[in-house]
C-alpha cells in the first residue's frame, strides 16, 4: 500500500546523502518534497501541515547541524514524526478484570468487520481466550451466514438467534432486534464462561442517523470495553470525515485498519490516529484469517521508510514453524549426518505456513529498490518444487544420486513439469547440500564468489594456533654476525635499536630498566590476593 510514498521519500533522502553539510534551502527542498509525497498519498492536509512543520523545525536545529551525518539525521527525524502521527506506542486491548470483556465492532458497510471479527477471534483464541461471536448484524443480506462461515474457519463458537435478512435488500426484518440479540449474547458468555465476547454491527454505505443510534443503543445495553472503529485503509481523504463521525456519534477507543494489502495511496493510516486521537490497534493484511497483526507504529514507520520489519518477520517464523522439527533439524545439521530432500519438503511446507513469501520479502530492509523483482517472484514456484519432491521415492529424497535420465523423466511426469526444471531443482538442492555440510564441520558461511570468510572455520583457525617456526641461521656470514649480536642484545636486556628512517619517525628507544616488584602499588582490597603484600 504504502509503494508509491516509500518511494518518493526514498528518492527524497538519496538526494541528501551526496551532501557533507545541509544548508537551510536544501532542509526547505527535502521539506517541500515531503509535502508533495504526504498529498499525493492522501493523507490529510492538516496531519501534512502539522508533519512537515514538525520536520522542518527539527531540521533547522542543532540535532542536524552538528550531526556527523545530517542526511542519516533528516531520516531520523522523518521517521520519529511518522511514529508520532501514527500513534507513538503499541496499544494492546483493554482487558476487563471480570470477564468477559466486551469488544464492539462498529464501522461502514463493507468496512470488513465480520471477516475481522473472524481474524479477531482467532488471535484472541491463539493467546489463550476463549472468545464468543455475536451476529448482530441483521441488516446485511446473508451477514449472519457469512459471520457463521468465519467464525467456523476459526474454530470458535458463535451466537446467532436470529437469521437476519435473507434477501435483497438492507432492511431489517420484521421481529428482529439487534439490541436484544446482544445483549442476550452478553449473557450467554458469561453463562458458558467465555472470557472474550465480540460483537459485529451492521453498517451503513455512508454515515446516517439510524447507524449512528443504532450503534449507540447497542453500545448502551451491552457496556464494551473496548469499541473498535473499523476502517478502510483505501478510502484515502473520505477516512478523516468518517472517523470524525463515528467518534461524535458513537465513540471508540481504536482503530483497525483493514485492507492493508490494497494498492492504494495509505492516506487513512496516516491520518485517522492524528485526527481522532486514538490509536490504531489492528490491521488486516490480507484475505486469510491469519493476515492479521497487532500494529506498531513504529515498525510501520520503518517500512514506510524501506528499513524493513525484521521483528515482525521474526515473529511470524516463530509461529510458522515447529520447534521440536527446528530443535530436531538443527542437532542433525550438528551432527554432520546430512540435508536430505525430505528435510527440504519440511522446511518447504513450513515455509508455506508463514503465508505470501513477497509479503515477506516486503519486511527485510532494502526491499523497495528490488520491488520490481518481488512483484515479479511466482509464488507457485513453491509448491511445483514440492511437486517435485513430493513425485520422489523415499530412496531418491535420501539418496538424490541415483536419480538418473528415466527417474528424473518419471518424476517430470508425475509432477507436471519438465525435466529442465527437475534438473534445475536438483542442482539447487546439491549446492544447498554442500553448504550445510559446510556448516555443521565448522567451515562457516560461504560467500559467493569469495570463498569461505577468512578467520572462520577450523581450517582458519588451526592455522591461527599453530606456532611459528624459529628461524634458522642465515648462510650469510654477515647477516649472521648480526643475529648472533641481536640475541646477545636481547640476552644482556638491551633493546635493539629502531632503523633510521622508521616509518613512524621514532629514533632508537632507551633501554629499559628493569622493574622492581617491590615497587608495584598493588591497590586497596586485592593485596590479598597476592600473599597479603
Known sequence: MFASLSDRLTSTFKNLRTKGRLSEADIDATVREIRRALLDADVAVPVVRAFTGAVRERALSAEVSGALNPAQQVVKIVNDELVAILGGDNRPLHLAKNPPTVILLAGLQGAGKTTLAGKLALHLKGQGHTPLLVAADLQRPNAVTQL??????????????????????????????????????????????????????AGRLGVDQLLMQQAADIRDAVNPDEILFVIDAMIGQDAVATAQAFQDGVGFTGVVLSKLDGDARGGAALSVASVTGRPILFASTGEKLTDFEVFHPDRMASRILDMGDVLTLIEQVEKAFDAEQAEEMAGKLASGEGFTLQDFLQQMQQLKNMGSMKKMLGMLPGMGQMREAIDNFDEREVDRVEAIIRSMTPAERVNPKIINGSRRARIAKGSGVQVSEVNGMLERFEAAQKMMKQMSRGGGMPMPGMGMLPGSGKKARGKAQAPRKAKGKSGNPAKRAQQEKAAADRAAGVAPAAPQGSAFGMGAPQQQQPTDPSSIEIPEGLDRFFGGR
Open 148 to 201: 457463521q462461515v468465519v467464525a467456523e474457519r476459526a474454530g470458535v463458537p458463535v451466537f446467532a438467534p436470529h437469521p437476519g435478512n435473507q434477501g435483497a435488500e438492507d432492511d431489517i426484518v420484521v421481529g428482529a432486534d439487534p439490541v436484544a440479540v446482544a445483549r442476550e449474547g452478553l449473557a450467554a458468555a458469561t453463562a458458558r464462561q467465555h472470557d472474550v465476547l465480540i460483537v459485529d454491527t
